[in-house]
């Protein structure tokens, strides 16, 4: 988290900019950070999103995403919703002009609510939407299938014995 646009929120001397929006109090505890397009671009190790996650961001909204680093994103639990420039464009006026005002998010609707209460439907895929709603990654899908690998691994042994077998750490 600290590592989190460093350079933007911090001058050479390491004291925080003041005009950085991030830094005013009004924005401090953001959860959600309407951004700009290609956000994340060049951004392609997963340190990138767990940066936003270590920061306190739960989710992003912007026109546009680095494709790798919102992959990144969403595998780790944020959200990463695109809306067209002139939505994105108009959220940052409601925000200019209501620091510290609610953005929300209805994941299983996909709607994004604007402090005004408009409305924006947002894209996602139905398989990304489920493990975000269940707070589960591909290793907790990889895991709901223990018993079912297990199983599989010992008719396989028992069919082939020659084959090396994984060994287990637990």
């Known amino acids: 988290g600290e590592a989190f646009l460093y350079d933007l929120r911090f001058d050479e001397n390491a004291r925080p900019r003041a005009d950085f929006v991030l830094n005013q109090p009004a924005y401090r505890s953001a959860e959600i950070l309407v951004t700009d397009s290609d956000f994340g671009c ?93 707070g589960i990654d591909d290793i907790d899908v990889t895991l709901g299938y223990r018993d079912r690998i297990e199983s599989f691994e010992i008719k396989r042994r028992a069919a082939i014995p020659w084959l090396p077998t994984a060994r287990r750490e637990q």
């Open 42 to 134: 060049g951004s392609s190790r997963e340190g990138a999103a767990f940066a936003v996650m270590d920061f306190g961001l739960r989710a992003l909204v912007g026109p546009s995403f680095g494709e790798i680093f919102q992959v990144n994103c969403i595998q780790n639990g944020i959200l990463a919703i695109t809306l067209p420039e002139p939505a994105i464009h108009d959220l940052w006026r409601q925000l200019r002009q209501q620091p510290g005002a609610a953005i929300t998010i209805d994941l299983p609707g996909q709607i994004l609510t604007a402090p005004d209460g408009s409305t924006h439907a947002f894209d996602i895929s139905p398989l990304r939407k489920d493990r975000l709603v269940r």
